[in-house]
């Protein structure tokens, strides 16, 4: 089964630093993209970027390029967003999904990280 | 910046059918070839329902299709089901090479 397993919930104060996972497991990890999304609270979905593990290409959307950063480490199937200041604006669900192609359709979805930022 | 316009809330009965709208500009979204639509339940990651316009993935029921005409794409379920009831996303490549998803649909069955 292609699954894709996300890190736990994470609650942390503004101006702390976060890395977030996603581990995938039942297909070749390296030849699929992976993508972020985000999804504030009882808000829509909202596309990140996206990192192909074979070759760590990230590409990110205008509204987060600066702000996050994507990383994979193709030897434990693992893809990684993480933040170096979180503000109480980045409290939202976290998505990562496999992406079909770069900027194609994704699946599946891991189950989400919850962020939480205090001020 | 690119921009998917989905309705915000639509409604139908048991039984019947239901098209969520998607539409974008050529200039943002060129051919809208590369449309794709998620269900998300309330707590729930999303799911793959529609890809490429009007392919099905392997699992999802036939009661879920899709279409284009111009510059809007459709998600249409027939033979509406309670469960059914979630929030519907579409989303596109687009000329900038990013992915935009819609501000998303959300269905209530009657």
């Known amino acids: 089964e292609v699954q894709l397993v996300q890190s736990g919930t994470e609650v942390k104060k503004a101006g702390e630093s976060l890395k977030i996972s996603c581990r995938g497991s039942?297909?070749?990890?390296?030849?699929?993209?992976i993508g972020w999304v985000r999804q504030m609270p009882g808000k829509g979905l909202e596309w990140m970027g996206i990192i192909f593990p074979g070759d760590s290409d990230a590409r990110y959307s205008p509204s987060f390029q600066g702000q996050v950063t994507m990383s994979v480490d193709k030897s434990i199937n693992t893809a990684y967003l993480q933040w170096s200041s979180l503000q109480a604006s980045d409290t939202a669900m976290y998505y990562c999904?496999?992406?079909?192609?770069?900027?194609?359709?994704?699946?599946?979805w891991g189950q989400g990280t919850l962020v939480t930022v205090s001020s | 910046q690119s921009a998917l316009t989905q309705p915000a809330s639509v409604s139908g009965s048991p039984g019947q059918s239901i098209t969520i709208s998607c539409t974008g500009t050529?200039?943002?979204?060129?051919?809208?070839?590369?449309v794709s639509w998620y269900q998300q339940h309330p707590g729930k990651a999303p799911k793959l329902v529609i890809y490429?316009?009007?392919d099905r993935p392997s699992g999802v029921s036939n009661r879920f299709s899709g279409s284009k005409s111009g510059n809007t794409a459709s998600l249409t379920i027939s033979g509406l089901q309670a469960a059914d009831e979630a929030d519907y996303y579409c989303s596109s490549y687009t000329t900038s090479s990013t992915l935009v998803f819609g501000g998303g649909s959300k269905l209530t069955v009657l």
């Open positions: 050529s200039s943002d979204f060129g051919t809208f070839d590369h």
């Open positions: 999904a496999r992406g079909m192609g770069a900027y194609d359709w994704f699946d599946p």
């Open positions: 039942g297909y070749m990890f390296g030849v699929f993209w």
């Open positions: 490429d316009v009007s």
